[in-house]
Structure formats: C-alpha cells, structure tokens
C-alpha cells in the first residue's frame, strides 16, 4: 500500500512513527520549508522533516501545493492513500490524487470544534472531554465524512501543552486503526451533523488579553487553554506579565473588585475576578523567563489592593 503522509509540526510526528512502525511505512513524506529562527536565523527543520529522516523516508517540501511541478510529481507516486496530520489546507487537485481518498486527523470531536485550534479552544470553553477524529477530507475545512473517533478527558487544571501531547498519541494510535481499516474495507463512514457543528478559529491577540471581570473559571480556562504557548496576558505595575498556571478560589472577600489583589501568600498572589479569585502560580515577566510566583515573589513587592489591567 503506497501512502503520502503530509504533516509539519510535533503533532504529527506520533503518527508519523506509528505509521512506520506497523508495516505502513509512508513511501514520501510531505511537509513544511525549513524557517529561519532565532537572532542567527539559522534555518529549523519542521519537526515532521526530522522525523522522516531518521526514518529515512523521500521528503518533499513544496513552496505551493498547486505548483504544477509538484502535482505532477505526487502523480508520479502512484499512491493508493494520502494521510494528512497538522498540514495545510489542501487544493481540490491534490486530494483527488491518491486512489483511495485522503485522510486528514483532526484534534477534536467533530463536528465539535472545526478549524485551526481545536485543542486550545476546548480547554478554554472549559470542556471535560475531547478527542480526535479521522476523516476522508473534502473541500469544505473538517466536514468530510468520519472514519473512526476515539476521547480522553481533560483535567480540571490540564493544560493546552499536556492535552495536546496526549492527543498526538491517541491520533497516531487511530490514524493506524483507520488506515487498516481502510485498507480492509472495514470502516463505514458517516456524515457529520453540521447542525452540532462549531468553530475553533486561530488563536489571535485579542483572545490573550485576561479580562478580570470574568469569572475565575473562565479565566483559569483561558490560563490553560494558552499555556505554554502563547500565554494568557495582563498587566501588573504598568508591566506585561503572561500567566501559565492557576487555580479558582471559590471564596473571595465581596470589599475586592475584579483585577485587584485580594492576597499574597508565600507561593502565590491571588486576583479578585467578576466571579471568585484566581491564584496565580506560575508567571512570565516581558523579556524574563517562565518562573514559579514564589521565586517571583521573593524579588518583587506585590501590595493587597494592586491592580491588574
């Protein structure tokens, strides 16, 4: 069975692994170009690249998907299937290509949470389960029909980072099941309802900002949702800090208003909002590193009644 497995970031690699481990060794591996970082600019492999590599696999990295160039070269493959992991969104003329459809893995439940951050926006609404799904890619973003499903839970304090690297293995682990089940002709597809269906946009700036009117919950999801990365964002003492981990205290004082200091403990402050408090636990100063709030607290003077905005 000739497969092209397409995929760039560390979500993908699981997949990529198991696919190869299990007789379904992919024949070329699609991913992103090599990006300049850091104050060098030395150019970064995407974490697939690296992977197919070790795993001495042909890789391709396309510019444009509708260059004819490399259209014409994913013909040339012959390939009965295409899995698609964390990639971009692909023309018309490439997903009719491989003879038995191509497969996309998604972080969610669908219909639940189509789009470009399914696992950050989950944790930020607060849900207590999600999962991921396998299905044959159509035009529209995330509406082909399913192939398989499989759920985890998330934690009441489980972060975007942890979630994310627990779905990635779960995805690998399904992706497997449905390509052998596609390939046995064993899995019946079925349509999404897209009467149930939601949206889980890209996450931008103005979904970083903590507004402290919400409830302590709601902010503590949004902690959550952007830890480790991008971070969720205040200000204290006229300077930016990002927030990575907290815990909701039900009981809060009534004389607090929302964003204000209600208390300071030896490893935490703690932060009135529109609905209970919100210990802060973990915090990144502008330009510092990622620190617990003890060691923050040890250099610097947080007064009960200061304000953050």
Same mark, same amino acid.
Request: positive net charge; aromatic residues 6%.
């Given at each position: 069975?000739?497969?092209?497995?397409?995929?760039?970031p560390?979500?993908?690699?699981?997949?990529?692994?198991?696919?190869?481990?299990?007789?379904?060794?992919?024949?070329?591996?699609?991913?992103?170009? &090599?990006?300049?970082?850091?104050?060098?600019?030395?150019?970064?492999?995407? /974490?697939? =690249?690296?992977?197919?590599?070790?795993?001495?696999?042909?890789?391709?990295?396309?510019?444009?998907?509708?260059?004819?160039?490399?259209?014409?070269?994913?013909?040339?493959?012959?390939?009965?299937?295409?899995?698609v992991?964390?990639?971009?969104?692909?023309?018309?003329?490439?997903?009719?290509?491989?003879?038995?459809?191509t497969?996309?893995?998604?972080?969610?439940?669908?219909?639940?949470?189509?789009?470009?951050?399914?696992?950050?926006?989950?944790? !930020?609404a @607060?849900?207590?389960?999600?999962?991921?799904?396998?299905?044959? %890619?159509?035009?529209?973003?995330?509406?082909?029909? %399913?192939?398989?499903?499989?759920?985890?839970?998330?934690?009441?304090?489980?972060d975007?980072?942890?979630?994310? &690297?627990?779905?990635?293995?779960?995805? @690998?682990?399904?992706?497997l099941?449905?390509?052998?089940?596609? =390939?046995?002709?064993?899995?019946?597809?079925?349509?999404? &309802?897209?009467?149930?269906?939601?949206?889980? /946009?890209?996450?931008?700036?103005? &979904?970083?900002?903590?507004?402290?009117?919400?409830?302590?919950?709601?902010?503590?999801?949004?902690?959550?949702?952007?830890?480790?990365?991008?971070?969720?964002?205040?200000?204290?003492?006229? =300077? =930016?800090?990002?927030?990575?981990?907290?815990?909701?205290?039900?009981?809060?004082?009534?004389?607090?208003?929302p @964003?204000?200091?209600?208390?300071?403990?030896k490893?935490?402050?703690?932060?009135?909002? @529109?609905?209970?408090?919100?210990?802060?636990?973990?915090?990144?100063?502008?330009?510092?590193?990622?620190?617990?709030c003890?060691?923050?607290?040890?250099? !610097?003077?947080?007064?009960?009644?200061?304000?953050?905005?």
């Amino acid at each position: 069975m000739k497969i092209i497995f397409m995929g760039t970031p560390e979500f993908s690699v699981p997949s990529l692994i198991k696919l190869s481990e299990n007789n379904y060794k992919p024949v070329v591996v699609v991913t992103g170009l &090599d990006k300049k970082q850091g104050r060098g600019q030395k150019l970064i492999s995407t /974490p697939v =690249k690296i992977a197919a590599e070790n795993l001495n696999i042909p890789l391709i990295q396309p510019l444009n998907l509708k260059d004819p160039a490399f259209l014409k070269q994913i013909k040339s493959i012959d390939a009965d299937l295409a899995c698609v992991v964390a990639f971009r969104i692909l023309p018309e003329e490439l997903l009719t290509i491989p003879k038995m459809g191509t497969i996309n893995l998604h972080g969610s439940l669908l219909p639940f949470y189509r789009g470009a951050a399914p696992i950050q926006r989950a944790i !930020m609404a @607060g849900e207590k389960e999600t999962g991921v799904t396998t299905f044959f %890619i159509k035009k529209k973003v995330d509406t082909g029909n %399913i192939l398989l499903q499989d759920s985890l839970k998330i934690g009441e304090n489980e972060d975007f980072g942890s979630v994310h &690297d627990r779905l990635s293995e779960l995805g @690998g682990d399904l992706l497997l099941e449905t390509v052998r089940g596609v =390939k046995s002709g064993n899995i019946e597809e079925r349509m999404q &309802d897209d009467s149930l269906a939601t949206n889980a /946009p890209k996450i931008n700036a103005s &979904d970083l900002n903590i507004n402290w009117s919400n409830s302590a919950k709601s902010i503590h999801n949004q902690v959550r949702g952007l830890s480790p990365f991008p971070g969720a964002s205040t200000k204290l003492m006229n =300077k =930016k800090i990002k927030i990575f981990k907290s815990e909701v205290e039900d009981e809060m004082p009534d004389k607090y208003s929302p @964003g204000e200091v209600a208390s300071v403990e030896k490893e935490f402050f703690t932060v009135s909002t @529109g609905k209970g408090g919100l210990k802060i636990l973990e915090l990144q100063r502008e330009g510092k590193n990622r620190i617990k709030c003890a060691d923050f607290l040890r250099g !610097m003077n947080v007064p009960v009644g200061e304000k953050l905005e």
